[in-house]
């Protein structure tokens, strides 16, 4: 299995509702991250996890609450988010012991409304 | 601030010819090269790579070249073909360190290759 799943594909919430996106590798890969993109316009780092433990956040909103539950899930709950928060999210793993690109996941495409 | 720049939004080349995807990096920093290819609708894909000990690394038709005094380096896809159209991110990454690799991405240049 070399595939990052990403779901949903597609999700539109409005302001108050709360919903969770979910990552899943089964590459053994210990490294997992949570990118941002909006249109024409390059992907921005939002969270990495390596080991299941937080590494680094880009001082995202507290509305967005990553998850690693475990060394093959990745989660991302969403909390009374805005409609700038509207973007496609990217969800990508890498090997934690070498300096290898990621494999992406095709990503979630998110409405706030 | 942009550390990755793709000053062009969009390249249109014949099929068959030279296409060049151009990037530059301010960060002296970084250590790794990588080229992602997007289609619509799908999350990149990864291309091909080059470290900072080296100025060329060459995968069949797709090549990138590293120049560091310059701090630029460039894509170049020989002969072109139109499923080569699709939009190509630049990234870099600083000297690893284990744990994980932390990508810094370029805008992007939407590529359109035309029979």
């Known amino acids: 299995d070399t595939e990052v799943t990403q779901t949903p594909k597609h999700l539109v919430m409005g302001m108050t509702n709360k919903k969770s996106l979910k990552c899943e590798q089964h590459?053994?890969?210990?490294?997992m991250y949570w990118y941002k993109q909006k249109a024409k316009k390059p992907p921005e780092l939002m969270f990495v996890?390596?080991?299941?433990?937080?590494?680094i956040n880009e001082s995202v909103p507290s509305r967005f609450s990553p998850e690693c539950p475990n060394s093959s899930l990745l989660n991302l709950h969403l909390h009374a988010l805005q409609p700038e928060d509207s973007a496609l999210y990217l969800c990508?793993?890498?090997?934690?012991?070498?300096?290898?690109?990621?494999?992406f996941g095709s990503g979630t495409r998110l409405t706030v409304v | 601030d942009q550390q990755v720049k793709q000053n062009s939004p969009s390249l249109s080349v014949q099929e068959g010819r030279i296409s060049i995807l151009n990037c530059d990096y301010t960060n002296s920093m970084f250590d790794y090269f990588l080229w992602y290819k997007k289609y619509p609708a799908e999350g990149p894909t990864f291309l091909i790579s080059i470290s900072s000990i080296k100025d060329k690394n060459e995968d069949g038709r797709f090549t990138v070249f590293l120049n560091k005094s310059a701090k630029h380096l460039s894509l170049h896809i020989v002969p072109s073909q139109p499923g080569d159209s699709a939009v190509y991110f630049c990234?870099?990454?600083?000297?690893?360190?284990?744990?994980?690799?932390?990508?810094?991405f370029g805008a992007g240049t939407r590529l359109a290759v035309h029979p």
């Open positions: 990508a793993s890498s090997q934690a012991d070498t300096n290898y690109g990621y494999t």
């Open positions: 990234a870099a990454s600083p000297l690893f360190s284990g744990g994980y690799n932390k990508l810094i």
């Open positions: 590459m053994g890969h210990r490294a």
């Open positions: 996890y390596s080991y299941e433990k937080l590494s």
